[in-house]
């Protein structure tokens, strides 16, 4: 009989169905409800996005689904089966969910791994202190993947992306080195920087690689999806850098949004309606490179990091 790994695999979790996104939103809030305003302009975002809120969900699942399939083709130890469980910060299953479930199929050995290639205590931090406080309570062997954003097969991918899109420009007429492309990520309050947290240079590290590793000279970061809050978030905001490039007379521009893995609310409603809405306005041609989903070299990479934390264990 195959000896059991549990891997918690961990995302931010994202309602199923339009009737979700009140206890969805309610939960980000710590338990304080939105107001009508509040909760009728996520909804409107959400039927905004093609497809609407479902594939969102779907994206996630096919991703743990893919990833296990990866898990038990690489693995060198035959003896072992890999089993992944979905633990969502916002939305069932939640974290803790998905490390009970483990506790009742018997598992006393597992992996933790967040869908963010970029470690930050506010973001990846939060993921892996729940998971380790349930799984105290239930006596499973955790250890945790932090980040993983220079991986080989993550930078290939990424770059595979940005090349396919600078072809698609040079199609349309526009000149490859015109072509000024935006790496961005979900922004996180300033105070992060003060912490001395990584998640900022991580960023900027795999931007580096990535357009090395395409010949991209004419490239910037940029942030985005920043939260309304009374404290000041990393900027600049991409809205604003955009308008920025338009002072420049840059026409034409690719966003390539690293921080994110797979097509959610940030990539399908921030990038594809609210960005490509001001790129109108300012008469700038903008695209955006494909989510990584279940591309097979991210599945690697993911594969490649559980093994490889739990042959460290």
Known sequence: MKNKIGVLVMSYGTPESLDQVEAYYTHIRRGNPPSEEQ??????????????????RAN????????????????????????CYQGLKH??????????????????????IVLAPHYSIMSVGGYIKRAEEKAAEHGIRFSFVKSYHLHPKLIEAL?????????????????RDSVRVLFSAHSLPEKILEMGDPYQDQLLETSKAVADRAGVKNWQFTWQSAGRTATPWLGPDIL?????LSVEQVEDVLVAPIGFVSDHLEVLYDL??????????????????????????YMETLSDVIIKAWEEE
Not at 39 to 56: C, M, N, Q, S, T
Not at 159 to 168: G, I, W
Not at 240 to 244: A, G, K, M, S, V
């Open 39 to 56: 909760l009728k302009e996520l909804k409107d975002r959400y039927e905004a996005i093609v497809g609407g809120v479902f594939p969102l």
């Open 60 to 83: 996630t699942d096919s991703q743990v689904e893919a990833l296990q399939m990866t898990l038990n083709r690489d693995s060198v130890d035959k003896d072992v089966e890999f089993v």
């Open 91 to 112: 939305a069932y299953p939640f974290i803790e969910d998905g490390v009970e479930q483990m506790a009742k199929d018997g598992i006393t050995r597992a992996v933790g």
């Open 159 to 175: 770059t595979q992306r940005v090349s396919k899109k600078l072809d698609q420009f040079e199609e349309v007429g526009a000149k």
């Open 240 to 244: 604003d850098t955009l308008r920025e």
């Open 272 to 297: 594809d309606i609210e960005a490509q809405a001001v790129a109108g306005e300012l008469d700038m041609r903008l695209m955006r490179t494909d989510a990584l989903n279940t591309d097979p070299l």
